[in-house]
């Protein structure tokens, strides 16, 4: 059981460039979701997904996308990176029980 | 809406000492309260959390916490902390009902000194 696994663990972008973050849990979770911690600022949800085949917004959705691919993978792309998107990105899961389960995050600098 | 406040951004505690990390929350509904750990450079674990029941819950390595409903705050305790406690702490809530998203507090790192 890997839990919730993100590809890459890094990268680093040019200003305008795009990529794509993968995550993927095999818990058999319905809800995924993509955090971004910033120094100071604690986790900020920028989408959700509550189950398979939807998507909402969170709290910093601004120059995000994302895709529920199916119910094991949700993805976060970035169209046009900025240097605000510098950050360190992290996948959850959850089910019934309200817990998120983590994964090990993915660190980006954007130049 | 939900929000979090964690008033230590940085604790600093000597081995075996107590420690208590604060967390006061505001929501205008019913929630679900979290506390997560972050060691370096790692995702986050779950460390203790109350639905419901007991008001103090406890973690399988010492950490306890308690919900005050009329203070609105759920704050982490241990009695004797270990060099390994050091890490970063959040507290989090969650509404009972609809989307179960998590708001987090900015965090507060805890430092066990020697």
């Known amino acids: 059981n890997a839990g919730v696994t993100q590809t890459p663990k890094f990268q680093v972008l040019k200003t305008g460039q795009s990529m794509t973050l993968q995550c993927a849990q095999d818990?058999?979770?319905?809800?995924m979701y993509w955090y971004r911690q910033d120094p100071g600022m604690g986790l900020r949800l920028i989408y959700y997904s509550a189950s398979e085949g939807t998507t909402d917004k969170g709290e910093v959705p601004n120059g995000y996308n994302v895709s529920r691919l199916n119910k094991r993978e949700f993805s976060l792309r970035l169209e046009s990176a900025a240097p605000s998107q510098t950050s360190v990105y992290f996948c959850?899961?959850?089910?019934?029980?309200?817990?998120?389960?983590f994964g090990p995050g993915t660190r980006l600098t954007v130049t | 809406a939900q929000s979090v406040t964690q008033l230590d951004s940085q604790v600093p505690v000597f081995e075996e000492a107590p420690v208590e990390l604060r967390c006061n929350y505001s929501s205008s509904v019913s929630v679900y309260l979290f506390w997560y750990v972050q060691y370096p450079n790692q995702g986050l674990q779950l460390l203790l959390k109350y639905l419901s029941g007991s008001t103090l819950v406890e973690s399988i390595n010492g950490f306890e916490a308690e919900f005050n409903k009329s203070q609105t705050s759920f704050h982490l305790r241990k009695p004797s902390v270990h060099i390994s406690d050091t890490a970063e702490y959040f507290c989090?809530?969650?509404?009972?009902?609809?989307?179960?998203?998590?708001?987090f507090g900015t965090g507060t790192r805890l430092t066990v000194i020697p």
């Open positions: 959850a899961s959850s089910d019934q029980g309200f817990e998120q389960y």
């Open positions: 989090a809530v969650s509404r009972l009902a609809g989307a179960n998203n998590l708001f």
């Open positions: 818990m058999n979770h319905n809800s």
